[in-house]
Structure formats: structure tokens, C-alpha cells
């Protein structure tokens, strides 16, 4: 068998491909590997949904349609438009494929991940653009890039666009978007898996050659390509390819939530759904031009808050959107004054509705204000134990009512109060201007 190297990948392994994706490739590559034209059996296939899965990856249509398109890119591996990450997936998708790209036909799980983390860790990236045209790919990798999809919405809006197909692998992907967006002729599903077997006995007779196999291990040559598959043979890998279909359901359902069930997505057999059929059972969100669709995604995304992106790991998952405190103590502090551990969690000009963000980054962000607070409190005069306030429960408005009063009785200041600044923040902290007159006052 010539290309062990590709058959390896192709034959007797899962595969979450759609059917006519593999009948491509074998007519393709199958003479080149086995010697001679291969029939594909076992299924019945359109003969143009294979021709069309024997086509090469296209450009991008959304970063086409960007007037930003090719400017200031700043070596980012991905097209970026208007704040938004534009990150192609493609053709056929592989494991430990490195960067190879569109012009082999191929995307690598590995490339993708690398272009989300980028995306994630990048300041100018408001949202991610998902552009997906793929009959799908290999099993290994795909389901941990789905979780890896799954997280990173939970930092950053991110949605699929669907030109013209999301099928198998390229589906497991697509579903874990907060939204899916396809075109009228495009098709998403194929929740399912295949295994190709070869049998080249017949072919070996033929030419008067036999293949011996001696081996150690009862199961060593399971699935060879020189001897018919045995019925307990195939009965295993469909035992198999089962359990893998019931992983591939429970992936969709926990990217898709209540839109589509592990069950509902099972119950499908693995068929393809296009256009408005799709959205009705559920696999997809909205039928739209994927220019238009991402268009609306840009102007949503510019319309909202500026958002704070994640000072920590991007698998660390927070969304929160800026909102103006109703009390400023103080100007961030400068280098030398930079506060430490959980001050540095998240600025304390960040407030977030807790309808927003968990119970966990409730605290963490509380932590960090009451940490800046016992800081500029220090370059009042005032000492107090941030570990300890913290600790305490203690919340930054009663921390800065104490401060206050605290001021108040060292300075007959009862007038101090802090306000937040309608525009650029003052140099001088509120707080000290009115001890300095204060003091300044009992001199007198």
C-alpha cells in the first residue's frame, strides 16, 4: 500500500467526516494508495455533494467583504476586521497538523486553538468570527477544540458563519458558538461517525499474491486490509463508532443548551439540514448572506460597553463591561504603588451587574477595590489591613465610609466625601484635596 502515511489516518479509524467528503478523497488519493481505481460502498451519495467536497478551501468571504481587510493586521494569525477575530475553518480538518492552511485543503485543530488563544489575549478583539465551510475531519482533537470553543465564548461573543457547510467535525465545532448563522443553500449536521475498511484480497488474488501476517496477540491484525473484516471485528469498531456518535450528541447539546438535545440530536441519524430546515430542528440559529449576518455582528459588538479583557490566562472565564463607579477614591496608582495579588485580579474601576458574572468574580472583583482602597488609604495616613478587610467580608462603600469618618475625626473634616469625575479624573485624589483643606482650615 503506497502513502502509509495517509492511509494510516484515512482507513480503519473513526472519522467525523461526512460520507461524501470520504468518497472524494478515495477517489482522489485511493489510486494513488492502493494501486489501483477503489468503489466506495456501504452508503448511497450524491454524486455533485462529492464533487463539491472535493474542492478546494476558498478565501475568507467575511474578511473580503472588511474595508479593514489587509491593514494593521500586526502579524495576528487571523484576518481581523472592525474589533472582530475572522478565523477560517476550512476543508478537511486534521490532528497535529501544525500551521497547514487553506492552500492543502486542510486546517489543523492545532491552528485553530493558537488563533483563538491569540484572539483572546488581544486588547483590539471585541468578538470572534467563526467562518466555517468544512465536510469535517478527524476524531482526535476535535472534541477537545469544541470545550476549548465552549470557554472562550464565556470571555469573548462568538459566532459561526456557515459558508456553505459545518458538516460532521465541522459541526462539532459550529455548535459550541453562542449563534449559527448559515446561508440559504447551507448545510450543517451529519452528527455522526464512519469508519472506511479496505479489502484488497480480492485485488491480490487477482495478480496471484497472498500477504501472511504473523503476529502475537489475538487481536493484532484486527481490521487488515488483506483479508475480508470479520463479522466480531466490525462488530467491535460499530460498538465503538457508537459510543464516539453519543459523544459527538452530548458535545452539541452542551454547546447548543436548550436549543438542541443530546437525544434530539441523535434522533437526526446523522442527516445534513439546510437552510430553514436546519433552524427549525434546531441545529442552527438564523438563515442570512454570512457578509450581512457578520455585518450585524460587527455593529452589535461596537454598540455595546468597552469591555475589560482577562489580565489572567485565557481559559480563566469572565465577561464583564466597564461601568462608572459612584465613588472614585483615586487615580490608579502608579508602578511604584502597584497594589499585588488580589488587587491585581481586576482594575477597581470595574463594576459588573452581578446578573452578569458568577458569585466567584463578585468577590474577586470586590477584593481588588477594597485592596486599592486600604492603598490609597496608606498614602492618607491611614493604615489598614487589606488581608484582614478582605478576610472580613468588609464591602468597599463601608470601607470607604470608614476611611472617611476616620478623617474626619483626625480633621474635623466631616464634608469629605468622593465623587467620580464626569470626564478625565483629577490629579489629586478627592479625598486628599479635602483633608488638605481641612487641614488647612484648623491652622487658620
Known amino acids: 500500500m503506497h502513502h502509509p502515511q495517509i492511509a494510516q489516518r484515512v482507513f480503519n479509524t473513526p472519522l467525523l467526516v461526512e460520507p461524501a467528503k470520504a468518497a472524494a478523497f478515495l477517489s482522489g488519493l485511493g489510486p494513488r494508495i492502493a494501486g489501483q481505481e477503489i468503489t466506495f460502498a456501504g452508503s448511497e451519495l450524491n454524486e455533485a455533494d462529492v464533487a463539491h467536497a ?8 467575511l474578511a473580503s467583504n472588511s474595508p479593514q481587510e489587509g491593514n ?7 484576518a481581523f476586521a472592525d474589533g472582530v477575530a475572522i478565523i477560517s475553518i476550512a476543508g478537511t480538518l486534521v490532528h497535529r497538523g501544525a500551521w497547514i492552511g487553506q492552500s492543502s485543503g486542510l486546517t489543523s485543530y492545532e491552528g485553530l486553538t493558537t488563533q483563538i488563544n491569540a484572539a483572546l489575549g488581544d486588547p483590539e478583539v471585541r468578538g470572534i468570527a467563526l467562518e466555517i465551510d468544512s ?13 476549548h470553543i465552549r470557554a472562550a465564548r464565556d470571555i469573548k461573543p462568538v459566532q459561526a458563519f456557515v459558508a456553505d457547510h459545518a458538516l460532521s467535525a465541522g459541526y462539532v465545532l459550529a455548535s459550541q458558538a453562542d449563534r449559527i448563522v448559515l446561508s440559504r443553500t447551507g448545510a450543517v449536521g451529519s452528527i455522526g461517525v464512519v469508519l472506511m475498511h479496505t479489502d484488497m484480497s480480492g485485488m491480490l488474488a487477482a495478480k496471484g499474491l497472498s500477504v501472511t501476517l504473523v503476529h502475537a496477540g489475538q487481536h493484532k491484525t484486527d481490521g487488515n486490509p488483506y483479508e475480508p473484516l470479520p463479522e466480531p471485528v466490525r462488530d467491535r469498531l460499530q460498538a465503538e463508532l457508537e459510543d464516539l456518535r453519543a459523544l459527538f450528541a452530548e458535545t452539541v447539546a452542551a454547546g447548543r ?6 437525544d434530539a440530536a441523535l434522533t437526526t441519524e446523522a442527516a445534513a439540514f439546510r437552510g430553514t430546515d436546519a433552524v427549525t430542528a434546531g441545529l442552527a440559529d438564523a438563515v442570512a448572506d454570512p457578509r450581512s449576518a457578520f ?20 481559559h480563566t472565564i469572565r465577561s464583564q463591561q466597564e461601568t462608572p463607579m459612584t465613588e472614585q477614591t483615586d487615580p490608579a496608582p502608579s508602578d511604584a504603588e502597584t497594589p499585588t495579588t488580589a488587587e491585581q485580579a481586576s482594575p477597581a474601576a470595574e463594576e459588573t451587574p452581578p446578573a452578569a458574572i458568577s458569585a466567584a468574580d463578585t468577590v474577586r472583583a470586590e477584593a481588588a477595590e477594597v485592596a486599592q482602597i486600604c492603598a490609597q488609604a496608606g498614602r492618607l495616613g491611614l493604615t489598614i ?12 462603600d463601608a470601607l470607604r465610609g470608614k476611611i472617611l469618618d476616620d478623617l474626619a475625626a483626625a480633621g474635623d473634616a466631616a464634608g469629605i466625601h468622593a465623587a467620580v469625575p464626569a470626564a478625565t479624573p483629577p490629579a489629586e485624589s478627592p479625598i486628599v484635596a479635602a483633608a488638605r483643606r481641612a487641614a488647612g482650615t484648623a491652622a487658620r
Open 257 to 262: 443548551g436548550s436549543r438542541l438535545s443530546a
Open 54 to 61: 472535493g474542492m478546494q478551501a476558498q478565501a475568507s468571504l
Open 72 to 78: 494593521d493586521q500586526r502579524d495576528r494569525p487571523y
Open 295 to 314: 455585518a450585524e455582528f460587527v455593529t452589535e459588538l461596537n454598540a455595546q460597553t468597552p469591555m475589560p479583557l482577562p489580565t489572567r490566562s485565557p
Open 135 to 147: 465536510f469535517g475531519g478527524e476524531v482526535a482533537g476535535a472534541f477537545d477544540l469544541a470545550d
Open 385 to 396: 489591613n487589606a488581608a484582614d478587610a478582605v478576610r472580613r467580608g468588609l464591602k468597599p
